[in-house]
């Protein structure tokens, strides 16, 4: 491990006193510098838009590269300046400043320590995590979790209470660590279900499950009126345990007379939910017999809300109906209606490794790529895609039409709005592309769709050496300010001219010790009637001068040790 250290502003001070050169000098400034290992240390100057950098080394000491002229006098004059200073003494300044910043780095490590998203593990502030902002990976594993329709289901859960624990229903009426995406529930399914869960404890891990397996077949059995599709869910006690969890499966399957589906945490994370059962249905000879109604469609993976309240009523408009919708949840009963359509439209996700996609490739009924209908552009592409594929981009063209004329007024009134508000977002080199793209699973292209509504975009770019970054495709005109240590982001948040700070965390005191208000994903609606109230809402985030008139009342107060 090599030991990193990026300077305080007090040892900046300190060296660039040494250099000659003032906070408010003309010309160079010193912008940063940092200690590796025994490397010596790292000067980063900046003038304007000129930027050099070069290691304070030992005296004999080779030079690293070519230099112009101008950079080699430039760096005689700095030698000169330093005079018989050590280089000891300019590393002492370093580390007795209380806010230097330390890493511990693998030898040539290189890349963002930042993860996202980062499977194996929920978001953390440690380490690095104190410039994350986003929590991908806790939303992808609780958004991408597919929810049967309580529909002549049997739903059959098997762990011990960790794993209970480990999932928990998102409750949008309760505050929680992460501000979650406000989803509606899905509104299908006109029947009942039930719900088995059995704790295992550390005597059936040690004397065996069979009282309480026999107990869980029983108790299936009996609530087997309720509905014949037995959902069981593989969770990971019985995986660790080696407990024959699908012979189980197959007992409950047979004394309750029904059909078994199942899932694990495994199929959610090789996208393939409710895959065995899907293919097995999908496949049976002659499922797909006929051409399907050329006017119908079933659409996968459109959330609720806008499914319902947008997605269905347009496309009633210009003449198509929606047969059925698969996921996020399922209705298992309704897939027997499946072939009676003949477009299978998909809504775009971030990850498009999707095995029902790949599945109904293969079967032979047209399959539709719509995007997700983010904003006005994207509800467009996305509506517009069903309407050619079914040939009715005539009846597209009149229905959008009238929709855009009631819808416009109000959306350029707001984005004139807009453009006198900035939002920022902190990003690394693992975060400033996701702002571009679709996140876990439908999440937003958050900078995309805010740029669409009007506002002014500033990028808070973490980089070791204050290089800035390669900005992605429509985001040029952002301001961008490099930050490389927890003081420097303090003080780019603090003095930051925008108005809000993305973070997933529902309250994150490195935003509110700012005096700036906070914005997440759950402002971002899909759909056009969606892209307006999103754009309201973040209007009504950048209004209120809460956060801006109370930051001294609402800073953090600092802990003592040993409390």
Known sequence: MIRHVTAGPRALRAAALRLGLGESAAGWRLDGLCVEGDRGVRVCLKSGSHELSFVLGPEKAGLEGLATPAQMRLLALAAKRLGGGRLAEVKAEIDADPESFVEELEDGEAGDRVRVPYVAGPM????????NFFADQDFDIQMETPEPVPNKTVTIEYA???????????????????????????????GEGSF??????????????????????SEVKRQSAAGNFLIVTHLCTPIVMGDDFQGLARRCEKEACGTSVNWSQKDRDRRDNFGDHLRSVLGRPGFFDGPGDPGAVNLFHFPARVREAEVRPFLAEIGLAVNISVFPSVDFPSLERLPKARWQVFCEKSIQTDKTLDLMSGFPRPVVKAPAPYGVEG??????????????????????????????PAWEAGRREAAGYRLA????????????ALRYGHGAPLATAAREMGFGL??????????????????????VEVFRAPWELERALRDGEFHAVYSDVFFDWRVADAGKA??????????????????????????????RRYARSLARRARRANV
Not at 519 to 529: A, C, H, I, V, Y
Not at 540 to 547: A, V
């Open 124 to 131: 953390s502030l440690l380490e690095a995590g104190w410039r």
């Open 160 to 190: 011990d209470l960790e794993c209970f624990l480990a999932r928990p229903e998102i409750d949008h009426g309760k505050w929680n660590f992460f501000d979650w995406p406000d989803e509606a529930t899905d509104p299908e399914g006109t």
């Open 196 to 217: 088995v869960a059995v704790e295992l404890e550390e005597r059936d891990m040690v004397m065996g499950t069979g009282e309480k397996a026999d107990a869980l077949v």
């Open 379 to 408: 509800t467009r592409a996305c509506l517009r895609a069903v309407a050619a594929a079914a040939g009715r981009e005539k009846e597209f063209e009149a229905a959008w039409g009238a929709r855009l004329a009631a819808f416009l």
């Open 425 to 436: 977002f902190v990003v690394s080199e693992a975060t400033l592309p996701r702002l571009t």
């Open 458 to 479: 500033d990028l808070l770019y973490f980089d070791r050496h204050g290089r800035p970054p390669r900005t992605p495709a429509g985001l040029e005109d952002a301001r």
């Open 518 to 547: 906070r914005f997440s994903s759950r402002e971002f609606e899909m759909g056009l009637d969606g892209a307006g109230r999103s754009l309201e809402r973040l209007l009504g985030i950048c209004r209120t001068p809460f956060h």
